[in-house]
């Protein structure tokens, strides 16, 4: 019997701001299977319910409640939460390591 092997999922939940499609790119390229993007609770629950991924993709850019409910609610499904910022120029930056200054590599439309 040949064990299968589980794809590596993620959600990725947007605010206001879309997340650049060189993310979905390198998640994609990278053999992770990428869930939504959603832009709700309800939605964002119903992937980790249904999934079971390991990682939820939060936006910091979406309105303070709900990043705060899914900061209580995804870990008790096993998901880690990672928060991104979405800048103007089109860089993704992890949430509280610093600033773009300060971060030598972050992920940019413009870099592959």
């Known amino acids: 019997m040949t064990a299968t092997r589980r794809k590596f999922a993620v959600i990725v939940v947007e605010g206001d701001t879309a997340l650049p499609e060189e993310l979905y790119s390198l998640l994609g390229g990278l053999g992770i299977e990428v869930l939504g993007p959603v832009n709700n609770a309800l939605d964002t629950l119903r992937l980790a319910r249904d999934h079971h991924p390991k990682i939820a993709i939060l ?36 949430e509280g390591i610093g600033s773009v200054e300060d971060n030598p590599s972050p992920i940019s439309k413009n870099q592959r």
Request: charged fraction near 15%.
């Open 59 to 94: 936006d910091s850019s979406m309105e303070v409640n709900l990043l705060h409910d899914l900061h209580g609610i995804l870990p008790t499904l096993g998901v880690h939460c990672l928060d991104v910022s979405t800048r103007d120029n089109g860089t993704v930056l992890p």
